[in-house]
Protein backbone atom coordinates (compact mmCIF):
# COMPACT_ATOMS: atom_id res chain seq x y z
CA UNK A 1 0.00 0.00 0.00
CA UNK A 2 1.40 3.19 -0.85
CA UNK A 3 2.43 5.94 1.57
CA UNK A 4 1.21 9.13 0.96
CA UNK A 5 4.01 11.90 0.95
CA UNK A 6 4.04 15.69 1.29
CA UNK A 7 6.00 18.88 2.49
CA UNK A 8 5.97 19.38 6.17
CA UNK A 9 7.10 22.07 7.87
CA UNK A 10 7.72 22.57 11.91
CA UNK A 11 7.28 26.66 11.67
CA UNK A 12 5.50 27.96 14.11
CA UNK A 13 3.74 30.79 11.93
CA UNK A 14 2.63 32.75 15.00
CA UNK A 15 6.23 32.59 16.86
CA UNK A 16 7.69 36.11 17.36
CA UNK A 17 10.73 34.97 15.99
CA UNK A 18 8.24 34.52 12.53
CA UNK A 19 6.43 37.59 12.69
CA UNK A 20 9.18 40.20 13.62
CA UNK A 21 10.64 39.20 9.70
CA UNK A 22 8.33 36.55 7.99
CA UNK A 23 9.26 36.75 4.18
CA UNK A 24 12.36 34.96 4.23
CA UNK A 25 10.30 31.60 6.22
CA UNK A 26 7.32 32.98 3.50
CA UNK A 27 10.00 31.93 0.94
CA UNK A 28 10.94 29.20 2.02
CA UNK A 29 7.42 27.49 2.66
CA UNK A 30 6.62 28.58 -0.71
CA UNK A 31 9.88 26.94 -2.45
CA UNK A 32 9.13 23.78 -0.54
CA UNK A 33 5.67 22.98 -1.87
CA UNK A 34 2.14 25.14 -3.00
CA UNK A 35 0.85 23.16 0.38
CA UNK A 36 2.54 22.32 3.21
CA UNK A 37 1.99 20.83 6.23
CA UNK A 38 2.53 22.64 9.35
CA UNK A 39 3.24 19.37 12.05
CA UNK A 40 3.31 21.80 15.44
CA UNK A 41 -0.17 23.48 14.73
CA UNK A 42 -1.65 20.83 12.51
CA UNK A 43 -2.61 23.37 9.26
CA UNK A 44 -2.39 23.15 6.24
CA UNK A 45 -0.58 26.36 4.40
CA UNK A 46 -1.44 27.39 1.07
CA UNK A 47 2.06 29.08 0.07
CA UNK A 48 1.45 30.72 -3.43
CA UNK A 49 -0.25 33.39 -5.19
CA UNK A 50 -2.54 31.31 -7.49
CA UNK A 51 -4.05 28.71 -4.60
CA UNK A 52 -4.41 31.62 -1.94
CA UNK A 53 -6.98 33.49 -4.59
CA UNK A 54 -8.80 30.29 -6.26
CA UNK A 55 -9.41 29.12 -1.94
CA UNK A 56 -10.84 32.69 -1.30
CA UNK A 57 -13.19 32.26 -3.92
CA UNK A 58 -13.98 28.19 -3.31
CA UNK A 59 -16.02 28.88 -0.15
CA UNK A 60 -17.73 25.00 -0.94
CA UNK A 61 -14.73 23.39 -0.11
CA UNK A 62 -13.10 25.90 1.84
CA UNK A 63 -15.09 26.91 3.97
CA UNK A 64 -15.37 30.38 6.64
CA UNK A 65 -16.99 28.26 9.64
CA UNK A 66 -13.70 28.30 11.10
CA UNK A 67 -11.34 31.13 10.15
CA UNK A 68 -9.76 31.41 14.00
CA UNK A 69 -7.28 29.13 14.69
CA UNK A 70 -8.78 28.12 17.90
CA UNK A 71 -12.08 26.37 18.86
CA UNK A 72 -13.09 28.81 21.32
CA UNK A 73 -13.38 31.77 18.73
CA UNK A 74 -14.97 29.57 16.27
CA UNK A 75 -17.83 29.46 18.24
CA UNK A 76 -17.63 32.71 19.58
CA UNK A 77 -18.08 34.08 15.76
CA UNK A 78 -20.63 31.25 14.11
CA UNK A 79 -23.19 33.10 13.03
CA UNK A 80 -21.52 36.48 11.98
CA UNK A 81 -20.24 37.49 8.29
CA UNK A 82 -17.24 36.31 9.11
CA UNK A 83 -17.86 33.06 9.96
CA UNK A 84 -20.59 32.26 7.79
CA UNK A 85 -20.49 30.62 4.16
CA UNK A 86 -23.46 31.36 1.51
CA UNK A 87 -25.88 32.03 1.59
CA UNK A 88 -26.51 32.49 4.57
CA UNK A 89 -23.51 35.10 4.55
CA UNK A 90 -25.26 37.06 1.55
CA UNK A 91 -28.13 38.75 4.26
CA UNK A 92 -25.88 39.22 6.83
CA UNK A 93 -23.25 41.09 4.26
CA UNK A 94 -26.22 43.03 2.37
CA UNK A 95 -26.92 44.75 6.11
CA UNK A 96 -22.44 45.04 6.61
CA UNK A 97 -22.32 47.14 3.14
CA UNK A 98 -24.99 49.18 3.52
CA UNK A 99 -23.14 52.01 5.11
CA UNK A 100 -20.12 50.71 3.27
CA UNK A 101 -20.66 50.71 -0.19
CA UNK A 102 -18.98 53.15 -3.00
CA UNK A 103 -22.31 54.63 -2.92
CA UNK A 104 -22.85 54.80 0.86
CA UNK A 105 -19.13 56.30 1.52
CA UNK A 106 -19.54 59.14 -0.95
CA UNK A 107 -21.35 60.56 1.76
CA UNK A 108 -18.07 60.49 4.20
CA UNK A 109 -15.06 60.79 1.65
CA UNK A 110 -15.34 64.81 2.21
CA UNK A 111 -15.61 64.58 6.18
CA UNK A 112 -12.72 61.55 6.54
CA UNK A 113 -10.40 63.83 3.86
CA UNK A 114 -10.59 66.57 5.91
CA UNK A 115 -9.98 65.10 9.24
CA UNK A 116 -6.85 63.22 7.61
CA UNK A 117 -5.39 67.16 6.01
CA UNK A 118 -6.17 68.76 9.57
CA UNK A 119 -4.39 66.27 11.27
CA UNK A 120 -1.26 66.21 9.07
CA UNK A 121 -1.40 69.50 9.06
CA UNK A 122 -1.20 69.60 12.83
CA UNK A 123 1.96 67.65 12.29
CA UNK A 124 3.79 68.92 10.11
CA UNK A 125 3.64 72.29 12.15
CA UNK A 126 4.82 70.35 15.04
CA UNK A 127 7.63 69.03 13.57
CA UNK A 128 7.92 65.84 14.99
CA UNK A 129 5.01 63.28 15.93
CA UNK A 130 4.89 59.88 17.02
CA UNK A 131 3.23 58.18 13.61
CA UNK A 132 1.13 55.64 15.27
CA UNK A 133 -0.12 57.38 18.20
CA UNK A 134 -0.60 60.73 16.72
CA UNK A 135 -2.34 59.67 13.32
CA UNK A 136 -2.40 55.71 12.19
CA UNK A 137 -4.30 55.00 15.52
CA UNK A 138 -5.47 58.41 15.59
CA UNK A 139 -7.78 58.78 12.33
CA UNK A 140 -9.38 55.19 12.42
CA UNK A 141 -10.56 55.88 15.66
CA UNK A 142 -12.29 58.89 14.89
CA UNK A 143 -13.68 57.86 11.92
CA UNK A 144 -14.58 54.47 12.76
CA UNK A 145 -16.20 55.68 16.05
CA UNK A 146 -18.56 58.12 14.30
CA UNK A 147 -19.62 55.89 11.46
CA UNK A 148 -21.02 53.45 14.26
CA UNK A 149 -22.16 55.79 16.37
CA UNK A 150 -20.23 54.98 19.41
CA UNK A 151 -20.20 57.75 22.10
CA UNK A 152 -18.47 58.36 25.74
CA UNK A 153 -16.14 56.04 27.23
CA UNK A 154 -16.66 52.95 24.82
CA UNK A 155 -14.74 55.25 22.28
CA UNK A 156 -11.90 55.21 24.96
CA UNK A 157 -11.97 51.32 24.74
CA UNK A 158 -12.11 50.49 20.98
CA UNK A 159 -8.02 50.19 20.45
CA UNK A 160 -7.86 47.49 23.13
CA UNK A 161 -10.80 45.45 22.01
CA UNK A 162 -10.33 45.75 18.07
CA UNK A 163 -6.15 44.36 18.77
CA UNK A 164 -7.35 41.76 21.48
CA UNK A 165 -10.15 40.38 18.85
CA UNK A 166 -7.84 40.17 16.32
CA UNK A 167 -5.39 38.54 18.73
CA UNK A 168 -8.17 35.60 19.26
CA UNK A 169 -8.40 34.46 16.14
CA UNK A 170 -4.68 32.91 16.61
CA UNK A 171 -4.04 29.53 17.83
CA UNK A 172 -4.62 28.92 21.86
CA UNK A 173 -0.71 30.92 22.50
CA UNK A 174 -0.09 33.65 25.07
CA UNK A 175 -1.02 36.53 23.39
CA UNK A 176 -4.59 34.62 22.76
CA UNK A 177 -4.97 33.69 26.55
CA UNK A 178 -3.78 37.35 27.68
CA UNK A 179 -6.56 39.33 25.13
CA UNK A 180 -9.81 36.84 25.99
CA UNK A 181 -10.70 38.78 28.61
CA UNK A 182 -10.17 42.08 26.59
CA UNK A 183 -12.19 40.85 23.81
CA UNK A 184 -14.94 39.54 26.19
CA UNK A 185 -15.54 43.05 27.26
CA UNK A 186 -15.99 44.03 23.59
CA UNK A 187 -18.77 40.67 23.03
CA UNK A 188 -20.66 41.60 26.48
CA UNK A 189 -20.57 45.48 25.18
CA UNK A 190 -22.01 44.47 21.69
CA UNK A 191 -24.72 41.83 22.80
CA UNK A 192 -25.95 44.40 25.31
CA UNK A 193 -25.75 47.27 22.74
CA UNK A 194 -29.45 48.76 21.60
CA UNK A 195 -30.21 51.20 19.08
CA UNK A 196 -30.63 54.19 21.26
CA UNK A 197 -26.81 53.87 22.42
CA UNK A 198 -25.85 54.72 19.26
CA UNK A 199 -26.57 58.46 17.28
CA UNK A 200 -29.12 58.83 15.06
CA UNK A 201 -28.51 58.35 11.50
CA UNK A 202 -25.18 55.89 12.26
CA UNK A 203 -23.97 53.15 10.72
CA UNK A 204 -24.57 50.53 13.53
CA UNK A 205 -27.98 52.43 14.01
CA UNK A 206 -28.95 51.51 10.43
CA UNK A 207 -28.24 47.48 11.75
CA UNK A 208 -31.16 48.04 14.05
CA UNK A 209 -33.37 49.61 11.62
CA UNK A 210 -32.69 46.62 9.54
CA UNK A 211 -33.95 44.06 12.07
CA UNK A 212 -37.11 45.92 11.96
CA UNK A 213 -37.85 45.41 9.00
CA UNK A 214 -36.87 41.99 9.20
CA UNK A 215 -34.21 41.93 6.98
CA UNK A 216 -31.76 40.33 9.60
CA UNK A 217 -32.90 38.62 12.73
CA UNK A 218 -32.80 40.49 15.96
CA UNK A 219 -30.33 38.62 17.70
CA UNK A 220 -27.70 38.94 15.23
CA UNK A 221 -27.55 42.70 15.58
CA UNK A 222 -24.62 42.36 18.26
CA UNK A 223 -22.53 40.35 16.54
CA UNK A 224 -22.72 42.67 13.10
CA UNK A 225 -21.94 45.72 15.37
CA UNK A 226 -18.83 43.49 17.16
CA UNK A 227 -17.65 42.76 13.71
CA UNK A 228 -17.40 46.24 13.05
CA UNK A 229 -15.47 47.35 16.03
CA UNK A 230 -13.34 44.05 16.00
CA UNK A 231 -12.50 44.70 12.27
CA UNK A 232 -12.72 48.09 11.66
CA UNK A 233 -9.42 49.72 12.61
CA UNK A 234 -6.09 47.22 13.39
CA UNK A 235 -6.17 46.44 9.98
CA UNK A 236 -6.30 50.02 8.79
CA UNK A 237 -3.91 51.18 11.79
CA UNK A 238 -1.35 48.74 10.50
CA UNK A 239 -1.78 49.87 6.81
CA UNK A 240 -1.49 53.56 7.81
CA UNK A 241 1.80 52.90 9.71
CA UNK A 242 3.23 50.85 7.01
CA UNK A 243 2.50 53.44 4.55
CA UNK A 244 4.45 56.18 6.68
CA UNK A 245 7.23 53.72 6.64
CA UNK A 246 7.81 53.05 3.65
CA UNK A 247 7.12 56.52 2.46
CA UNK A 248 9.49 57.66 4.73
CA UNK A 249 12.37 54.87 3.98
CA UNK A 250 12.16 54.92 -0.11
CA UNK A 251 12.21 58.54 -0.92
CA UNK A 252 12.59 58.04 -4.60
CA UNK A 253 9.29 56.71 -4.55
CA UNK A 254 7.73 59.81 -2.10
CA UNK A 255 8.61 61.72 -4.89
CA UNK A 256 7.16 60.12 -7.55
CA UNK A 257 3.73 60.20 -5.73
CA UNK A 258 4.17 63.88 -4.56
CA UNK A 259 5.27 64.68 -7.90
CA UNK A 260 1.96 63.47 -9.50
CA UNK A 261 -0.78 62.43 -6.94
CA UNK A 262 -2.85 60.56 -9.36
CA UNK A 263 -0.50 57.22 -8.41
CA UNK A 264 -1.68 57.52 -4.77
CA UNK A 265 -3.94 54.78 -5.73
CA UNK A 266 -1.61 52.89 -6.76
CA UNK A 267 0.85 53.60 -4.34
CA UNK A 268 -1.94 52.26 -1.59
CA UNK A 269 -2.02 49.25 -3.72
CA UNK A 270 1.85 48.72 -3.60
CA UNK A 271 1.90 49.39 0.35
CA UNK A 272 -0.73 46.59 0.76
CA UNK A 273 0.90 44.09 -1.33
CA UNK A 274 4.03 44.79 0.13
CA UNK A 275 3.23 44.37 3.65
CA UNK A 276 0.04 42.67 4.11
CA UNK A 277 -1.68 44.27 7.30
CA UNK A 278 -3.23 40.71 7.67
CA UNK A 279 -0.94 37.48 8.70
CA UNK A 280 -3.21 34.27 7.77
CA UNK A 281 -7.14 33.58 7.92
CA UNK A 282 -8.16 30.31 8.63
CA UNK A 283 -10.92 27.88 6.80
CA UNK A 284 -12.25 24.32 6.84
CA UNK A 285 -11.76 21.77 4.17
CA UNK A 286 -15.22 20.60 3.63
CA UNK A 287 -13.68 17.74 1.09
CA UNK A 288 -10.55 16.45 0.33
CA UNK A 289 -8.82 18.72 -2.13
CA UNK A 290 -5.65 18.51 -4.33
CA UNK A 291 -3.10 21.08 -4.90
CA UNK A 292 -0.26 20.27 -7.16
CA UNK A 293 -0.37 16.57 -6.48
CA UNK A 294 -0.96 17.37 -2.47
CA UNK A 295 -4.21 16.13 -1.03
CA UNK A 296 -5.62 18.13 1.91
CA UNK A 297 -8.03 16.22 3.89
CA UNK A 298 -11.63 17.07 4.58
CA UNK A 299 -11.79 18.02 7.97
CA UNK A 300 -8.30 19.76 7.65
CA UNK A 301 -7.92 23.24 8.72
CA UNK A 302 -6.23 25.48 5.67
CA UNK A 303 -4.07 28.74 6.79
CA UNK A 304 -4.06 31.18 3.58
CA UNK A 305 -0.60 33.50 3.91
CA UNK A 306 -2.04 36.63 3.00
CA UNK A 307 2.20 37.49 3.01
CA UNK A 308 3.32 34.86 1.25
CA UNK A 309 0.69 35.07 -2.03
CA UNK A 310 1.53 38.61 -2.19
CA UNK A 311 5.41 38.43 -2.26
CA UNK A 312 5.18 35.18 -4.67
CA UNK A 313 7.51 35.98 -7.46
CA UNK A 314 5.50 33.71 -9.77
CA UNK A 315 2.97 36.23 -9.43
CA UNK A 316 4.96 39.36 -9.43
CA UNK A 317 7.93 40.48 -10.40
CA UNK A 318 10.36 41.28 -8.14
CA UNK A 319 8.12 41.15 -5.27
CA UNK A 320 10.68 42.03 -2.70
CA UNK A 321 11.21 45.22 -3.77
CA UNK A 322 8.39 48.68 -3.10
CA UNK A 323 7.80 50.00 -6.01
CA UNK A 324 4.56 52.26 -6.50
CA UNK A 325 4.72 52.17 -9.94
CA UNK A 326 3.26 49.00 -10.35
CA UNK A 327 -0.03 49.53 -9.11
CA UNK A 328 -1.23 45.53 -8.25
CA UNK A 329 -4.77 46.21 -8.09
CA UNK A 330 -5.03 42.23 -7.63
CA UNK A 331 -3.37 42.14 -4.56
CA UNK A 332 -4.46 40.34 -1.84
CA UNK A 333 -4.76 41.66 1.19
CA UNK A 334 -8.69 42.19 1.29
CA UNK A 335 -9.09 38.54 0.66
CA UNK A 336 -11.12 38.09 -2.84
CA UNK A 337 -14.70 36.08 -3.35
CA UNK A 338 -17.45 36.29 -1.21
CA UNK A 339 -15.69 37.32 1.95
CA UNK A 340 -13.53 40.05 0.09
CA UNK A 341 -13.03 42.55 3.73
CA UNK A 342 -16.52 44.69 3.39
CA UNK A 343 -14.53 47.57 5.01
CA UNK A 344 -11.79 47.76 1.94
CA UNK A 345 -13.69 51.08 0.76
CA UNK A 346 -13.65 52.84 3.95
CA UNK A 347 -10.01 51.69 4.96
CA UNK A 348 -9.21 53.08 1.47
CA UNK A 349 -10.43 56.05 2.05
CA UNK A 350 -8.61 57.18 5.19
CA UNK A 351 -5.52 55.69 3.26
CA UNK A 352 -6.20 57.87 0.78
CA UNK A 353 -6.65 60.34 2.36
CA UNK A 354 -3.59 60.19 4.56
CA UNK A 355 -1.50 59.66 1.80
CA UNK A 356 -2.79 62.70 -0.38
CA UNK A 357 -2.23 65.31 2.37
CA UNK A 358 1.37 63.88 2.75
CA UNK A 359 2.14 64.17 -1.19
CA UNK A 360 0.53 67.92 -0.36
CA UNK A 361 2.29 69.21 2.59
CA UNK A 362 5.47 67.30 2.95
CA UNK A 363 8.24 66.63 1.13
CA UNK A 364 10.97 64.42 3.25
CA UNK A 365 10.04 62.27 6.48
CA UNK A 366 13.09 61.39 8.61
CA UNK A 367 12.27 58.12 10.95
CA UNK A 368 13.85 56.57 13.99
CA UNK A 369 14.20 53.47 15.23
CA UNK A 370 10.36 51.59 14.95
CA UNK A 371 9.41 49.17 16.96
CA UNK A 372 7.27 46.18 16.77
CA UNK A 373 3.46 45.60 18.24
CA UNK A 374 3.22 41.76 17.23
CA UNK A 375 0.21 40.06 16.80
CA UNK A 376 -2.01 36.64 15.73
CA UNK A 377 -3.23 38.20 12.77
CA UNK A 378 -1.37 41.73 12.46
CA UNK A 379 2.26 42.86 12.49
CA UNK A 380 2.24 46.54 13.07
CA UNK A 381 4.59 49.18 15.09
CA UNK A 382 4.24 49.98 17.91
CA UNK A 383 6.15 53.10 17.70
CA UNK A 384 6.97 55.00 14.53
CA UNK A 385 8.87 57.97 15.90
CA UNK A 386 9.07 61.11 12.76
CA UNK A 387 11.96 62.94 13.88
CA UNK A 388 11.64 65.07 10.99
CA UNK A 389 9.65 66.69 8.77
CA UNK A 390 10.36 68.78 6.04
CA UNK A 391 7.28 70.61 4.58
CA UNK A 392 6.89 70.51 1.04
Given at each position: ?11 D ?61 N ?6 S ?53 L ?12 I ?95 I ?132 S ?11 I???
Amino acid sequence: MAVATYARSDLDLFSDEVMLDPYPYLADLRELAAAVYMEPSNLWALTRYEHNRAAMANWKVFSSRSVAFNDTMNQVLLGTSLATDPPDHRALRKVLMERLSPRALRDVEADIAAVADRMVAELVERGSFEAMDDLARALPLTVVADLIGVQGAVRENMLVWGEAAFNCLGPMNERTAQSFPIAGELFQWSVECKAEDLTDGSLGRAIFDAADRGDIPHETCGMIIHQYVAAGMDSTITALGNAIYLLATHPDEFDLMRRDRSLIPAAFNEIMRYESPIHAFGRFMTEDFEIEGTVIPAGSQAVLLYGAANRDPRHYEEPDVFRIERDPGDHLSFGHGPHVCAGRGLAKLEIYAVLDALARRVRRLTIGEPTRRLGNSTRSYDKLPVREIEPA
